[in-house]
């Protein structure tokens, strides 16, 4: 039994499992001579934190509230089976997308290639070195694909930091061939308007479409002014990559005056302007349709034409909801969780002051048929396990786990570390398993944890920012029958059809 309201007692009676011992390959470092980690895309420097903060963060360990520094602890039905710690690539973790055998995961300073053959002891394939912020990652057949949101001297993997102001910055998409798993090549690169903080594959037979999101959040970025309300679409040929180009410009927020853009966010931010573009969007390729988590709005549009994306419905939350981060449907497609990253992800939200309600998940029905379908708030669902003042928490990247009749999810807490829980009853939704470590300081405010937990192939896996790959097994009867599901590829904002 999980004791989700005792927290004095809570992980005490649960036990603190063992880091498990990874098994490291010999190391392939993929990357032109001379490229060197970038210094310019570094995470949040540790922060102070008050002396209050730090007695009360050492009395909820002595009290056994919180775990220890960098204690592990996880609900009995959850069995940490490896941890794989950073090597070459010692940049900021990010996301996380899997094909075959292979997970590939993200790192500000490049990717990594794993063979979780065997997920008891996955071994690295290719660390590849190709700095630029944040390099979210998907894959789809032979083709990786990176995100680049940062200011580039050029397209390539020797680029470094400048100021944005100068002439020849570049950001936007890089295209890898991976049909060599430890020899992967740059093949191409595109570059988009405002860079590409995320990406979205929309995949077909012949070419792959990638829904660029980017957003001008504030005055702070000279080359990406307002409006800047819509999303760049790349066409990239699969047999052909180095010819992808953008093919369009969708505006998902047409006629809202004279600086574009949708709602300007609720007043638990308020330095968020006006919807300036998306931050993540979710496809559900299976019944053509999408999901944009947009700065202050949430969307709902058809993707039956992929290059030219339809608005069927937009939602605001100016209560709760400061940044509206990323989402994802259900199997059914009449549901969409939507995530709200409070604090942008270094600040501390998940604690009493901050409440259950923000730096939360969104569970929202979608109700009606066709382009009249409308999304229905229902309720909210945050981890009830308080973190410390010195553990940045806030809801952020996982995926479903796939369970006919149940709609279950695995998500990534940052420094809450990696929950499972059940949305079923949307308005009810309830935690049936956690993992986490305790604060990696009791005097900073640190940055790290959990940055993507997803479920593949009957395991979990999570991109923890500092510490490496996770490699997480779930023994649960509501759990059990996702074991039998297998998928050849998983880009978690692809959301696959499980049981087609």
């Given amino acids: 039994m999980i004791l989700l309201n005792d927290r004095r007692t809570r992980r005490r009676r649960l036990g603190a499992g063992a880091i498990a011992g ?95 053959g065997n997920p008891k002891a996955p071994k690295t394939v290719a660390q590849v070195l190709c700095p630029g912020s944040q390099n979210d990652i998907s894959v789809s057949g032979n083709l990786l694909f990176l ?44 570059e988009t308007a405002c860079g590409s903080h995320t990406h979205t594959l929309v995949p077909e037979r012949r070419n792959v479409y990638v829904y660029v999101s980017s957003y001008s959040p504030n005055a702070t970025y000279p080359d990406c002014q307002p409006p800047h309300d819509g999303i760049s679409v790349i066409k990239v040929p699969r047999n052909a990559p180095e010819k992808a180009a953008v093919v369009g410009f969708p505006v998902l927020f047409p006629g809202e005056g004279p600086d574009g853009g949708g709602n300007p966010g609720g007043p638990t931010n308020p330095g968020v302007s006006k919807t300036t573009g998306c931050h993540d969007i979710t ?44 989402a994802t449907f259900n199997q059914k497609a009449n549901k969409v969780v939507f995530t709200d990253e409070l604090g ?17 998940d969104g569970i929202y029905d979608i109700v009606g048929k066709g382009d009249k379908r409308k999304l229905v708030f229902r309720t909210y669902f945050k981890i009830s396990r308080h973190q410390a003042d010195t553990e940045n928490c806030v809801a952020h990247n996982g ?69 490496g790959f996770d490699v997480l097994k779930i023994k649960d009867r509501r759990t059990d029958p996702a074991r039998w599901v297998h998928l050849r590829e ?6 696959p059809d499980y049981f087609d």
């Fill in 490 to 495: 998983f880009n978690a904002q692809t959301q």
């Fill in 399 to 467: 995926s479903l786990i796939p369970v006919k009749g149940r709609d279950l999810m695995v998500q990534a807490w940052y420094q809450g570390g990696v929950s499972v829980w059940d949305f079923t009853d949307s308005s009810k939704p309830r935690e049936i398993a956690y993992f986490e470590r305790g604060p990696a300081s009791t005097e900073q405010l640190t940055f790290g944890g959990s940055w993507s937990a997803y479920y593949y192939n009957g395991y979990i896996y999570s991109n923890e920012i500092t510490k």
């Fill in 283 to 326: 496809v559900l390729p299976s019944a053509d349709l999408a999901a944009g988590a947009c700065m202050g709005d949430g969307i709902l549009f058809s993707v039956k034409d992929p290059e030219r994306p339809k608005v069927i419905d937009r939602v605001q939350d100016n209560v709760n909801f400061a940044f509206w981060h990323s």
């Fill in 147 to 190: 995100s680049t949101d940062s200011s580039r001297s050029d397209s390539s993997c020797s680029s470094t930091t400048q100021p944005a102001t100068e002439k020849s910055s570049w950001e936007g998409m890089k295209v890898f061939d991976i049909s060599d798993k430890r020899n992967p090549r740059y093949v191409a690169a595109v």
């Fill in 344 to 360: 942008g992800g270094p600040a501390p939200t998940c604690n009493e002051a901050t409440g259950p309600n923000r730096g939360a």
């Fill in 22 to 116: 990874g098994v490291l390959a010999a190391l392939l470092v993929a990357a032109p001579a001379g490229a060197t980690p970038d210094p310019g895309d570094v995470p949040p420097k540790p922060k102070e934190v008050s002396k209050s903060a730090q007695a009360e963060a050492r009395e909820a360990i002595e009290n056994g509230e919180i775990p220890g520094q960098d204690e592990i602890v996880h609900s009995a039905n959850i069995e940490h089976v490896a941890n794989i710690p950073k090597d070459v690539l010692a940049g900021t973790n990010t996301d996380l997308a899997f094909q075959g055998r292979y997970a590939f995961a993200g790192n500000y300073d490049g990717f990594r290639i794993f063979d979780i």
